[in-house]
């Protein structure tokens, strides 16, 4: 179940929402973790046993790791908890990629599996690996109510795309602020709020661009232009952003119906000014997973010998690739992004630049290099990534344009205008420039409120007629 479906907001979310807020304190958890088995089983009924499964195993494996005092023994099931996580990710995310390659290498003709993926397999292992590192590391306090470590593994909003949220975020909220979780409350606004604007964003955005983008990539490379490239290479990248960023925003606002508040996950990635400086704005929460589970326990940048941290950083980007997906292509993106990143690390850019001239040409340059990442993202192989980024810089017959690409620009123009606008921070600029004035700050707040819920009700609108594309990272 998606959280555009008709069914999810007609329905599911407003028969949870009541039931949730008519239960008493203590059963609010037990509503919501019953709602998450209930969504899980409506979205991947396949495998609800599994699921069920591996959450009752982690939580198991916790709680014996937070009561055992022998180190060996402690090693041992920080161990366990980790591979019995990994070992169902590996099999079904990677297993086929595994044999295919094998086949590609020593041509065997091992037959592969083809097995959909569970839902939300690679967001669940992550949480469920830092769940059991804090418990290690006693990071976290364990309390005695079960249903809060099994909530916090499984919980519906969360489950399919993220955000990471961290067991301590989620756990002291389950036991510090109940009081913050009623009907009428600021946090339930708020989250109403954040929920319309991930829809429209999903909806008017994503899918409008995901139009022009699926109709240049079904294009045959011999019949590109240079314009059409770039075309389909910039709207891929703002569709991803506003795909991705309204997953976010639905995500956080359904938390905050239910009185969770949750770390973002997107800052306006792309007016970064470096490549690094990128990665702490575009999905804030895996990055911080890696750097707090992998790059700092490798020992981060605080080595004996520089080459170590570069290869620790190699570890981190090529885990990266292949935690997005098992095809070479991603792989090829993750140490893409480690060799920029060193390189900015070895060279001290862009902070070492005197002149704002340098600074804004590096930022371009991040941004290029960006959109030229997502092209391996978006491809199924690295050869036709590779033929797609050489149509960006040479001319197909000195043409810049084909017909194709003025009907799409003419058809679209609005939403690309549109979506590039709002992937800079202009509101919160208008609402910093009215910050000292009431009237106006009133004034700028009603009409974005206004423009809100128009957008809001003309993407259900659009949802009605038939367009709801999934998301892309429904299949992570």
């Known amino acids: 179940m998606s959280f555009t479906s ?14 949730y807020y008519l239960a008493n304190d203590r059963a609010k958890e037990y ?38 005092s022998h180190k060996v023994a402690r ?10 996580n990994l070992i169902p990710l590996f099999y079904y995310k990677y297993f086929d990629f595994a044999i295919d390659t094998w086949n590609r290498v020593s041509g065997s003709d091992i037959q592969m599996r083809n097995l959909a993926l569970p839902l939300g397999i690679s967001f669940f292992t992550f949480k469920a690996i830092s769940y059991i590192v ?15 470590d099994a909530l916090y593994l499984s919980f519906f909003a969360q489950i399919q795309s993220g955000p990471l ?26 989250g109403v709020y954040r929920f319309m604007i991930g829809f429209s964003k999903k909806i008017l955005l994503a899918n409008m661009l995901a139009k022009i983008v699926d109709e240049v990539y079904a294009t045959p490379m011999e019949n590109f232009t240079t314009g059409y ?47 690094s400086k990128f990665w702490r704005r575009w999905h804030i ?32 980007w090529l885990l990266t690739g292949i935690w997005h997906g098992a095809n070479w292509t991603f792989i090829a993106w993750g140490l893409g992004y480690f060799v920029l990143i060193s390189f900015e690390k070895m060279t001290g850019w862009p902070d070492r630049f005197k002149t704002k001239f340098g600074k804004i040409i590096w930022r371009i340059i991040s941004i290029l290099f960006i959109n030229i990442q ?62 000292n004035h009431t009237i106006a700050k009133l004034v700028a707040e009603v009409i974005v409120g206004l423009i809100i819920v128009f957008a809001f009700i003309w993407s259900i609108s659009l949802v009605l007629s038939g367009l709801n594309n999934p998301f892309a990272y429904a299949n992570f």
């Open 285 to 316: 929460s895996l990055s911080e997973w890696f750097r707090d589970y992998v790059y700092i326990p490798l020992g981060g940048s605080r080595t004996k010998h520089a080459c170590m941290v570069y290869f620790n950083l190699f570890v981190v």
């Open 6 to 19: 008709l069914s999810f907001l007609f329905v599911f979310l407003p028969i949870l929402l009541c039931i």
């Open 31 to 68: 509503v919501l973790l019953a709602a998450s088995l209930a969504f899980y089983a409506l979205g991947s009924l396949k495998y609800l046993v599994l699921f069920v499964i591996l959450t009752a195993a982690t939580v198991c494996v916790g709680r014996v790791l937070s009561s055992a």
């Open 374 to 435: 997502w092209i391996l993202f978006r491809s199924t192989n690295i050869r036709s990534a590779l033929s797609f980024v050489k149509r960006l810089f040479i001319c197909n017959y000195n043409e810049l344009t084909n017909k194709r690409m003025c009907f799409l620009m003419k058809e679209y123009w609005v939403f690309i205008v549109v979506a590039v606008l709002l992937s800079m921070p202009i509101v919160p600029m208008i609402f910093k420039k009215t910050d």
């Open 229 to 275: 490239a770039w075309l389909g290479s910039i709207c891929f990248s703002l569709q991803l952003f506003f795909d991705f960023s309204g997953y976010s925003d639905m995500a956080i606002g359904i938390s905050e119906m239910f009185g969770y508040p949750c770390r973002e996950n997107f800052i306006y990635p792309y007016i970064t000014e470096s490549v």
């Open 134 to 148: 804090d418990t290690y590391k006693e990071t976290i306090d364990l309390n005695d109510r079960l249903v809060h």
């Open 165 to 190: 949220n961290r067991y301590g975020e989620m756990n002291c909220e389950m036991t510090e602020m109940e009081g913050r979780r009623y009907m009428g409350g600021r946090l339930f606004s708020d």
């Open 75 to 84: 090693v041992l099931l920080l161990i366990l908890g980790i591979c019995v």
